[in-house]
């Protein structure tokens, strides 16, 4: 039964022209942003790395290359993809509502818990198929444009080099694990955006609820203040970006960097733990709202 109705939900989700807009637009910006990079990307690396070549010699080859195109893509584009999610997540309900089907929905012999899982599981699947899409263009397009060598990551004081040659391939791994992260960040804005549907009779004013507190949140995650520094512990927006963690190495008794490491398992787990806890928390408000919601419309 599950099955079916998500089936139903999902054709909901891609009958409607809003759907299409994510898609779209992450493929404007990759497309732009790659092509920007084939053209002029051995002048923007001068300026990039401008007061290092006393340091190392820049090899535009080796540099701009598949993997550091995508790294830069990710940290562009992961800000603006949340609002992308909402877009579609935020009218599961309310948009249904809205429109006087969901009264129709609920007279069915169905039970409300296994239609909101139902619509729930729509929108991370979306969510999902979004995230592929970008993880499509952003690495296997910009690995096909310019090729694979090894990355370098630019810290605040330091620049880590991950190698790709004889001994194996230290980069495509570590993209697999940070795009499992921003998939837990982006279906705890799906939670979120579908918790605070079920509250509403219009999908506007979940969308822009969901991206006003995503903003306060992180204006306060990124402001050390010791009234916000208590705080950001328990925001979910201070571990979206925890899938750069996965591009920090650890070091050895020397400061050696390890390869094939990643700095803070344990900080990676939480983070993780807390976007779960996130998802579950919204999903479990959004249930019992459900539940005990009256519809009238």
């Keep these: 039964m599950i099955f079916t109705l998500l089936q139903i939900e999902l054709y909901k989700i891609f009958r409607k022209p809003r759907t299409y807009i994510g898609f779209a637009a992450i493929a404007i910006i990759v497309v732009l942003i790659q092509l920007a990079l084939k053209a002029d990307g051995p002048t923007w690396l001068k300026l990039m790395f401008s007061g290092m070549d006393d340091m190392f010699a820049i090899q535009d080859g080796n540099v701009l290359n598949g993997y550091f195109v995508c790294f830069l893509i990710l940290n ?91 001994e194996g391939d230290d980069v495509f791994w570590r993209y697999l694990a940070a795009f499992g992260f921003a998939y837990a960040a982006l279906c705890c804005v799906a939670a979120l955006s579908f918790m605070l549907s079920v509250f509403a009779e219009n999908s506007i004013g979940p969308i822009v609820t969901t991206m006003s507190i995503i903003i306060v949140c992180t204006i306060i995650s990124t402001m050390d203040l010791p009234l916000f520094t208590k705080i950001n512990p328990f925001l979910f927006t201070s571990y979206m970006t925890s899938w750069k963690g996965m591009f920090n190495m650890a070091v050895d008794e020397n400061g050696a960097a390890i390869r094939g490491s990643v700095y803070s398992i344990r900080a990676l787990a939480e983070a993780m733990a807390i976007l779960v806890g996130h998802i579950a928390l919204f999903f479990g408000v959004a249930w019992y709202a459900f539940r005990k919601k009256d519809i009238l419309s």
Aim: overall charge positive.
């Design 76 to 166: 562009t584009l992961l800000i603006q993809v949340p609002l992308l999610v909402a877009l579609v997540t935020g009218d599961m309900i309310a948009g249904e509502a809205n429109m006087g089907t969901l009264r129709l929905l609920l007279t069915k012999p169905l039970s409300r818990t296994q239609i909101l899982w139902a619509k729930f599981l729509a929108a991370l699947l979306y969510t999902f198929i979004l995230l592929i899409w970008m993880a499509i263009l952003a690495l296997f397009l910009s690995m096909a444009f310019f090729g694979t060598s090894d990355l370098l990551v630019n810290k605040s004081y330091t620049i880590i080099q991950f190698y790709v040659d004889a």
